[in-house]
């Protein structure tokens, strides 16, 4: 039997770290993953510009590919836009991400919980409510990390090693004891692909959190149809340069996929 493949957008290679856990969970899956690399950062740009993004690349994941299921893998877009995406198209099963800070507050011994994310995430209604909702579950400290993705979607060492540095470093003490912060969210889906360099700056007992598997758990349970068998199949578009997704297909994801460009 073959299924309608899965969609997965993200502002550019940010969402790779989902797709990841999205093909572990549905290894039989077929994925159309859309980079929108050619109009992002989606972090710094107003709402009404990631709004229409999503909403253009909802409509070309349906008509082009005929996906059974959206996954938003952006903070910000889905909290920019899922709730305009799911009226629209109310037949479509739609899962977004957004920061994980109930199982880090759940997590957290300290009661001291770090947020790392984009502007646009932290600045939106959606994530202010979240975050008054848990108010009283821990001291939630949220850091903006202009530039950061940005520099991650370019792989610009410099660069990421400068912001990841100074970002970290705004969130304050880090470590077990009283006071310090003792789980960090990664509440942008570039984050997770710089893993090993924020270990390195947050030291080896500061908890990291992310929505990945969580996400794809979701995905699987809102899935019309889930393939049981057989090879899947991924594609990748992007909106930007075919060579930078395919550079960054290939570092990421087993077995690597063909990249095509693409206008929308
Ligand atoms: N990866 C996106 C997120 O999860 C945003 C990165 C960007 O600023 O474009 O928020």
Redesign the pocket.
């Known amino acids: 039997m073959t299924t309608r493949p899965v969609g997965v957008f993200?502002?550019?290679i940010?969402?790779l770290s989902v797709l990841q856990a999205l093909s572990a969970e549905l290894p039989h899956q077929d994925f159309v993953y859309l980079a929108?690399s050619g109009h992002?950062?989606?972090?710094?740009?107003d709402a009404a510009h990631v709004i229409a993004r999503s909403r253009a690349i909802t409509r070309h994941l349906r008509e082009a590919h005929d996906i059974q299921v959206l996954v938003v893998?952006?903070?910000?877009?889905?909290?920019a836009a899922i709730h305009l995406l799911r009226e629209e198209h109310p037949d479509l099963p739609i899962v977004g991400?957004e920061p994980a800070l109930k199982p880090a507050a759940q997590a957290s011994r300290t009661h001291r919980v770090g947020v790392l994310?984009?502007?646009?995430?932290l600045q939106s209604t959606k994530f202010k409510a979240l975050h008054q909702s848990l108010a009283d579950t821990a001291d939630f400290v949220l850091r903006a990390c202009d530039g950061l993705?940005?520099a991650?979607?370019h792989q610009d060492l410099p660069r990421i090693q400068a912001l990841a540095r100074e970002h970290v470093a705004a969130l304050g003490r880090c470590g077990l004891a009283p006071g310090e912060i003792d789980t960090v969210v990664l509440?942008?889906?570039?984050?997770p692909l710089i893993l090993p360099k924020l270990r390195e700056l947050l030291g080896p007992d500061v908890r990291l959190v992310e929505s990945g598997a969580p996400v794809a758990r979701q995905t699987r349970r809102v899935l019309p149809q889930v393939a049981a068998s057989g090879q899947a199949q991924l594609r990748a578009y992007t909106t930007g340069q075919a060579g930078e997704l395919q550079a960054a297909v290939r570092h990421w994801l087993q077995p690597p996929v063909d990249v095509a460009a693409l206008k929308i």
């Open positions: 993200d502002s550019g940010g969402g929108d992002a950062p989606y972090g710094e740009r893998a952006c903070n910000t877009a889905t909290a991400l994310a984009t502007r646009g995430t993705a940005d991650i979607e509440g942008c889906t570039h984050y």
